[in-house]
């Protein structure tokens, strides 16, 4: 009897682990097909951006310059909507007087094909050629700001090419920390379908870092965004905690939010000055 009620326990365990292994790629990525907004409806200029990615799919995007920017934000946003859900975000940025560029991975809003975590590595690679080759803006002046899920995308992509800083906002170490997290009972490792180890990218991420995080983030736990900064990125680096939830925190941070970032623009401003006139005393 004990024996039998052992492997009924087993059966359904796995059962389980079986059911979440399938259905993680609907748990994963909740893209949304329909775009309600652009940025004219926030009054702001912008061009509406179409670009290959080296498989040939083609991407959505759009570029919303700011009066007299001079930096410019690639935001790789979140698992869930599309670009037009990003708007608040690229608002604000805009006030600061940072350009930005905002674009769908494959299978959101209105980018050809299905999302996959090797094609949104991809579509990140694709936006930042764009930036650099097509609009010709240095990758000096590019800073990736990446959301949640967008955080493991732009880490991956920072530690590959060169930018200025990397933001990496409500970020997780990796997807299977995450499922772990969420199911405690249930052997993730074993089951999980994708990586996004934004813990292991940081590490490998040689420009300035800043981590945000809320407190009270109710999905990504706070201790996550800790452990990226105290055991993951390399100086210089800084944490700027925000309050509110997981999807808001930014808004309800108001000038905390603001303040932290215009202080960490001019912060890298400063720190990659210095380097470089050290370089040339040297010379």
Known sequence: MLISIISLILIAYFGLGIVLYFMQPSLTFRPTREVPYNPADLDLDYENILFRTADDIVLSGWYIPAQNGSLTFLLCHGNGGNISYTLDSVN??????????????????????????????????????WLTKEKKISAKNIIILGKSLGGSIGAHLANNVEVKGLIVESGFTSYADMGQKFYPYLMVRPFARYGF??????????????IIHSRTDEIVPFEFGLRLYEQAAKEPKE?????????????YSGP????GISSWVQSIKDYQQQTANKIKIVS
């Open 92 to 129: 604000i940025l805009n006030e600061m007087g940072f350009n930005c560029f905002i674009f769908d991975y494959r299978g959101y809003g209105n980018s050809q094909g299905n999302v996959t975590e090797e094609g949104t590595y991809l579509d990140a690679q694709a936006a930042y050629d």
């Open 239 to 251: 944490f700027l905690e925000v309050f509110g939830s997981h999807n808001d925190g930014f808004l």
């Open 256 to 259: 905390v939010y603001r303040e």
């Open 197 to 210: 180890n934004t813990f292991e990218y940081i590490k490998k991420v040689n420009c300035p870092i800043l």
